[in-house]
Protein backbone atom coordinates (compact mmCIF):
# COMPACT_ATOMS: atom_id res chain seq x y z
CA UNK A 1 0.00 0.00 0.00
CA UNK A 2 2.89 2.53 1.03
CA UNK A 3 5.17 1.95 -2.34
CA UNK A 4 1.91 1.87 -4.34
CA UNK A 5 -1.61 0.81 -4.10
CA UNK A 6 -2.32 4.28 -1.84
CA UNK A 7 -2.03 5.99 -5.52
CA UNK A 8 -4.83 3.42 -6.69
CA UNK A 9 -8.30 3.25 -6.37
CA UNK A 10 -9.30 6.84 -6.15
CA UNK A 11 -12.50 6.27 -8.28
CA UNK A 12 -13.33 3.68 -5.64
CA UNK A 13 -13.08 6.57 -2.73
CA UNK A 14 -15.81 8.16 -4.50
CA UNK A 15 -18.05 5.70 -5.41
CA UNK A 16 -17.83 4.50 -1.89
CA UNK A 17 -18.53 7.40 -0.76
CA UNK A 18 -21.78 8.38 -3.35
CA UNK A 19 -23.34 4.54 -3.13
CA UNK A 20 -23.16 5.04 0.51
CA UNK A 21 -25.07 9.09 0.40
CA UNK A 22 -28.08 7.53 -1.70
CA UNK A 23 -28.12 4.35 0.78
CA UNK A 24 -27.98 6.41 3.88
CA UNK A 25 -25.18 4.65 5.28
CA UNK A 26 -23.55 7.37 7.40
CA UNK A 27 -20.48 5.09 8.55
CA UNK A 28 -19.68 3.44 5.27
CA UNK A 29 -19.51 7.00 3.65
CA UNK A 30 -16.89 7.88 7.04
CA UNK A 31 -15.25 5.13 5.70
CA UNK A 32 -15.04 6.29 2.06
CA UNK A 33 -13.90 9.84 3.17
CA UNK A 34 -11.27 7.86 5.67
CA UNK A 35 -9.88 6.14 2.64
CA UNK A 36 -9.07 9.36 0.93
CA UNK A 37 -7.71 11.01 4.30
CA UNK A 38 -4.91 8.25 4.43
CA UNK A 39 -4.11 8.79 0.51
CA UNK A 40 -3.61 11.94 0.82
CA UNK A 41 -1.69 11.62 4.05
CA UNK A 42 0.76 9.20 2.83
CA UNK A 43 1.26 11.68 -0.55
CA UNK A 44 1.58 14.68 1.46
CA UNK A 45 3.93 13.37 4.42
CA UNK A 46 5.45 10.10 2.05
CA UNK A 47 4.38 7.66 4.77
CA UNK A 48 5.93 4.51 4.89
CA UNK A 49 4.55 2.18 7.31
CA UNK A 50 1.33 1.63 9.39
CA UNK A 51 3.72 3.25 12.46
CA UNK A 52 4.50 6.11 10.39
CA UNK A 53 1.01 6.69 9.56
CA UNK A 54 -0.19 5.94 13.18
CA UNK A 55 2.04 8.72 14.08
CA UNK A 56 1.07 11.37 11.75
CA UNK A 57 -2.58 11.13 12.14
CA UNK A 58 -2.20 11.72 15.56
CA UNK A 59 0.11 14.74 14.65
CA UNK A 60 -2.42 16.47 12.77
CA UNK A 61 -4.93 15.93 15.24
CA UNK A 62 -3.13 17.74 17.59
CA UNK A 63 -2.33 20.38 15.00
CA UNK A 64 -6.00 21.01 14.20
CA UNK A 65 -6.92 20.53 17.54
CA UNK A 66 -4.55 23.52 18.77
CA UNK A 67 -5.49 25.59 16.18
CA UNK A 68 -8.58 28.53 15.77
CA UNK A 69 -10.34 28.92 13.15
CA UNK A 70 -8.64 31.18 10.40
CA UNK A 71 -5.55 30.63 11.42
CA UNK A 72 -2.72 30.05 9.67
CA UNK A 73 -1.98 25.92 9.16
CA UNK A 74 2.01 24.81 8.54
CA UNK A 75 2.01 23.89 4.62
CA UNK A 76 1.25 20.14 4.85
CA UNK A 77 -2.14 20.86 6.25
CA UNK A 78 -3.16 23.52 4.19
CA UNK A 79 -1.98 20.84 1.31
CA UNK A 80 -4.75 18.18 3.15
CA UNK A 81 -7.19 20.16 3.72
CA UNK A 82 -7.17 21.43 0.15
CA UNK A 83 -6.95 17.98 -1.25
CA UNK A 84 -9.82 17.09 1.14
CA UNK A 85 -11.84 19.68 -0.81
CA UNK A 86 -10.47 18.15 -3.83
CA UNK A 87 -12.37 14.91 -2.43
CA UNK A 88 -15.73 16.85 -2.38
CA UNK A 89 -15.10 18.27 -5.79
CA UNK A 90 -14.89 14.76 -6.92
CA UNK A 91 -17.99 13.78 -5.54
CA UNK A 92 -20.12 16.51 -7.58
CA UNK A 93 -18.40 15.65 -10.55
CA UNK A 94 -19.02 11.64 -10.51
CA UNK A 95 -22.25 12.59 -9.36
CA UNK A 96 -22.48 13.95 -13.01
CA UNK A 97 -20.71 10.84 -14.32
CA UNK A 98 -17.27 12.29 -14.96
CA UNK A 99 -14.59 9.94 -13.98
CA UNK A 100 -11.51 10.93 -11.35
CA UNK A 101 -8.92 10.91 -13.91
CA UNK A 102 -10.97 13.48 -16.24
CA UNK A 103 -10.96 15.82 -12.96
CA UNK A 104 -8.05 18.04 -12.91
CA UNK A 105 -7.82 20.25 -9.69
CA UNK A 106 -5.58 23.44 -9.96
CA UNK A 107 -4.37 23.76 -6.87
CA UNK A 108 -5.18 27.40 -6.30
CA UNK A 109 -3.85 27.69 -2.73
CA UNK A 110 -7.16 28.76 -1.06
CA UNK A 111 -6.21 27.37 2.13
CA UNK A 112 -2.46 29.01 2.45
CA UNK A 113 -4.43 31.55 5.08
CA UNK A 114 -3.08 34.47 2.74
CA UNK A 115 -5.79 37.05 2.52
Do not use: C
Not at 75 to 81: A, G, H, R, V
Request: net charge positive; no cysteine.
Amino acid sequence: FFQVGYSLKTDKDVYHYLTNVASENADARKRGLSHRVIRALVIIWEIKNKTQLRETINDVISILRNSYDGEKNPSKIQKLKGMIREFEEELVWAHFGVQVKNVHHLRLGFYTGDI
